[in-house]
């Protein structure tokens, strides 16, 4: 798990970059999933609408970057990893997918968690709880634990 703050793209959009995510993980251990929660990170994103407020997303680069990084779940605090308004493009889903070249049905992407201040950033063991739905969205539980507290 990551905390990471989103960069400024002119006046009103923040974008998580493929250079953040690196200032972040490039000395860190390559784990199948990742955990991105993003600043400020208050107790309000549990009940925040985010409709109209073009939220912080992902950019295509950075997507592109946890590919490379061989990450196969990828968990945030952000409404969608793609921005609000994109014209029904969805580059970061698609990117993360690799649709429609060669789609990678075993990824995910849960959106909308909160990870309260009082997890701190490292490794964890991540239990990812998806409901058995046939679609191409399913609620999910994520579950961690750290890893940190069995090391002697």
């Known amino acids: 798990m990551?905390?990471?703050t989103p960069d400024k793209s002119g006046e009103q959009d923040s974008i998580i970059t493929a250079s953040v995510l690196k200032h972040m993980l490039e000395n860190k251990v390559?784990?199948?999933a990742i955990i991105v929660r993003t600043l400020p990170n208050s107790s309000d994103k549990?009940?925040?609408d985010y409709s109209g407020t073009n939220p912080a997303y992902f950019s295509e680069d950075a997507i592109h970057y946890l590919n490379k990084r061989d990450v196969i779940h990828l968990i945030t605090d952000l409404p969608s990893v793609d921005r609000e308004k994109d014209g029904g493009q969805l580059m970061a889903h698609k990117a993360y997918?690799?649709?429609p070249l060669i789609p990678n049905k075993k990824k995910t992407i849960t959106e909308?968690?909160?990870i309260d201040n009082?997890?701190?950033d490292g490794l964890y063991l991540c239990n990812i709880q998806i409901?058995?739905?046939e679609s191409d969205a399913s609620p999910s539980k994520i579950l961690i634990y750290p890893l940190n507290k069995f090391k002697k």
């Open 2 to 4: 990551v905390t990471v």
């Open 30 to 32: 390559k784990t199948p």
């Open 46 to 48: 549990l009940k925040k």
């Open 97 to 99: 997918w690799e649709w």
């Open 112 to 114: 909308m968690v909160y």
């Open 118 to 120: 009082i997890v701190t």
């Open 131 to 133: 409901a058995s739905i």
